[in-house]
């Protein structure tokens, strides 16, 4: 199975093309500056390197240069866009709404653009993301990995701040905890290092970002 990874952002685009059966990534880059100038950079696993201007207007035009990149004959790593079986969209917040992985609808864009006053950096751009591909590629599957997701196994005594209970009610502070793709990955990882079943084992998981 071939998998088109996207991440996107307010002004950029990054992806990835895995090979699933061996997990292989085939081909990575980036489209930045989106709306202003535009750059893309991308590389595959067979040693070719691009980095050069594109003007990108939009996410839609950006989608459109890593698609045509992707199965350019002389560039690419497949040879049409069908090839692409799966689409996955990592998506940063999914509020109480979401606890796991899903098939994106109309139903999940519209129960994610409730939560945007929750990460308005953020989920709208990933909400372009999404409409760009669903546009260019209507008939490819497409799935939503939500950063909150794994974190919505806390209790409410974890997840409560100490302020009145209404602003909980009516506005949804709390704690939801973030880079949940991230920790989830590690503490797998961390497990299977040890040898040990990962329900079994206590860890303190750090994210180190930029």
């Not at 201007?53 to 950006?62: E, I, L």
């Not at 806390?154 to 009145?164: S, T």
Request: charged residues 25%; aromatic residues 8%; glycine residues 8%.
């Amino acid at each position: 199975m071939t998998i088109l990874v996207i991440n996107s952002g307010s002004s950029s685009l990054k992806f990835q093309v895995i090979d699933s059966e061996n997990e292989e990534v085939l081909a990575k880059g980036v489209c930045e500056r989106i709306g202003i100038d535009g750059r893309f950079t991308y590389r595959t696993r067979t040693g070719i390197s691009l980095k050069e201007a594109v003007p990108m207007k939009n996410h839609t035009q950006a989608v459109h240069t890593l698609l045509d990149t992707l199965a350019d004959p002389e560039k690419g790593v497949i040879k049409d866009f069908r090839e692409i079986d799966v689409i996955g969209h990592r998506l940063v917040h999914g509020g109480e709404k979401f606890t796991g992985s899903v098939v994106i609808t109309d139903e999940v864009t519209q129960a994610m653009t409730e939560c945007n006053d929750l990460a308005p950096l953020h989920n709208p751009a990933n909400l372009v993301g999404v409409e760009a591909c669903r546009k260019l590629m209507p008939d490819t599957l497409m799935v939503g990995v939500f950063d909150t997701a794994f974190n919505q196994t806390m209790e409410p005594k974890a997840f409560l701040y100490g302020l009145p209970y209404r602003y909980y009610e009516r506005h949804r502070i709390r704690r939801y905890g973030f880079h949940g793709i991230s920790h989830k990955y590690v503490s797998r990882r961390a497990a299977e290092f040890m040898g040990q079943d990962t329900g079994r084992v206590k860890t303190i998981v750090c994210h180190l970002g930029n």
